[in-house]
């Protein structure tokens, strides 16, 4: 166990009064192969807790039949819920739907992948009941990922921490548990681009980690091609960074003073040795390398643009098809009293 900050001690007598139940967030992407096997261990788990449980199962537009498995589930164990989102609108934000919808005093967020042991929940609930606000599950290694995945991780890391207010580590994820009083802060972040780690770290508390390691992924492969992770990481350090933009202002700043200096040069000189023709390559290198920097600024002042106005749009961050009390609805039933029948 590590702890990054003691939030409370167990012994001390300011235990925070804590709202009852425990919600369990699962968003699920193509996930039919692994249902069964996490729904059966999480029950194990609930069964044997003294805590009351609601699992919250949020199906992000999957293509396979995960639904149908969720379904088959929710008419068997009353404790699930279900949450239909009308289309994949991305983990980040299938998360949220499940946190607008949980009840419990605790949340908890987990991969439907098995990735992450629902077993490792009873620990996180002791140590939630024991005071901590924030319980994480903290990676042991990483050594099953690709040195380059490795490598790219710790870059982003460093240059992430670098930019933005609020440190973030790698080996923390979303496998977490949260108070309710955090949960209610996340829940104010209604950005549309979410970098959830940023956010967690935003809102602060102090929170406790609990190691654990990852165990190979059973069914499927991972949704996040190295090409989603790179977007994500834009995404994390825009949100949380305008850091960016200064580096324009204070190139923009060293450009002006260095032409100011090479302009009071040259006029001297000028004054001094008379008119000089030749100088076309310092000319084109200066233009050049000042309307590269310039168009590359204003790339960048226009991807800040860009969310800004994806931001004032103000839309839903998702939209619901269905949930499980529309299960029941969508079975048949006789309807009383029919025209036709009336009639005879
Ligand atoms: N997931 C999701 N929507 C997506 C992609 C993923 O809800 O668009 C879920 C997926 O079902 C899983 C979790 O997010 O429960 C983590 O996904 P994955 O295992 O692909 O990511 P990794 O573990 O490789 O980071
Ligand atoms: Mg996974």
Redesign the pocket.
């Known amino acids: 166990m590590t702890f990054d900050q003691p939030a409370y001690d167990a012994a001390s007598h300011d235990r925070p009064v804590r709202a009852s139940g425990i919600s369990v967030i699962?968003?699920?992407?193509?996930?039919y192969d692994s249902i069964d096997e996490l729904l059966t261990r999480l029950k194990a788990v609930a069964d044997a807790s003294a805590h009351t449980f609601e699992i919250i199962c949020?199906n992000?537009?999957s293509a396979d039949g995960t639904w149908r498995r969720l379904c088959d589930w929710a008419a068997k164990w009353d404790a699930l819920k279900l949450v239909d989102l009308s289309r994949?609108?991305?983990?980040e934000i299938?998360l949220m739907a499940g946190l607008d919808r949980a009840r419990g005093g605790a949340v908890v967020l987990m991969?439907?992948?098995l990735?992450h042991p629902p077993e490792l929940l009873r620990e996180f609930i002791a140590l939630w009941e024991q005071g901590h606000d924030v319980v994480v599950g903290v990676r042991r290694d990483r050594s099953a990922d690709s040195a380059v995945r490795q490598t790219a991780s710790r870059a982003f890391y460093r240059m992430f921490n670098m930019l933005s207010e609020v440190p973030i580590s790698n080996q923390q994820?979303?496998f977490r548990l949260m108070d309710r009083r955090v949960v209610e802060a996340v829940k104010r972040m209604r950005e549309r681009s979410r970098f959830m780690k940023g956010i967690y770290a935003w809102v602060g508390f102090g929170s406790v980690g609990v190691e654990f390691d990852v165990p190979e992924?059973k069914h499927?492969?991972?949704?996040?091609s190295p090409r989603r992770l790179l977007n994500l990481a834009f995404d994390g350090m825009l949100s949380f960074s305008t850091i960016p933009l200064r580096i324009g202002v204070l190139l923009g700043c060293v450009a002006a003073a260095g032409a100011t200096v090479a302009g009071i040069y040259y006029l001297i000189k000028t004054l001094i040795l008379g008119v000089d023709v030749p100088g076309f390559a310092s000319l084109m290198v200066a233009t050049l390398l000042l309307s590269g920097i310039t168009l590359a600024f204003l790339g960048l002042v226009g991807l800040y643009i860009g969310r800004i106005y994806e931001e004032v749009k103000g839309r839903p961050l998702y939209v619901v098809r269905r949930t499980e009390a529309d299960i029941e609805v969508a079975k048949p039933r006789s309807v009383p009293g029919k025209i036709t029948e009336a009639a005879e």
């Open positions: 699962v968003p699920c992407y193509n996930e949020v992000d537009g994949n609108f991305g983990k299938a991969d439907s992948d990735q994820g979303d992924r499927g492969k991972t949704s996040f």
